[in-house]
């Protein structure tokens, strides 16, 4: 009862058949195909040694101005108020 009997593969064949006609089936297997013919062909291209990029010069840094130190009076760090243990 419970396996899967050759009437039973039979049943549903026909009823994907019936339901999605021969010609719609064989569209959607044509599909399938063209799209494993596609995953092959980019496989096969990732395959093919590439030419490495040319490098990039580095940019030169710039020397920058020393940063002053902030000269006002109510920008203080803030205090620990955190318990001491």
């Not at 062909?41 to 002053?68: F, N, V, W, Y």
Request: proline share 13%.
């Amino acid at each position: 009862m419970g396996s899967m009997s050759i009437w039973h593969w039979l049943v549903v064949g026909v009823l994907v058949l019936l339901l999605f006609g021969k010609g719609r089936f064989s569209d959607m297997m044509g599909d399938v195909a063209k799209g494993i013919k596609s995953f092959k062909k980019g496989m096969s291209e990732e395959d093919e040694p590439t030419q490495p990029a040319e490098p990039r010069p580095t940019p030169r840094l710039q020397q920058q101005p020393p940063i002053e130190p902030n000269a006002d009076p109510k920008l203080q760090p803030m205090q620990d108020d955190r318990p001491q243990h």
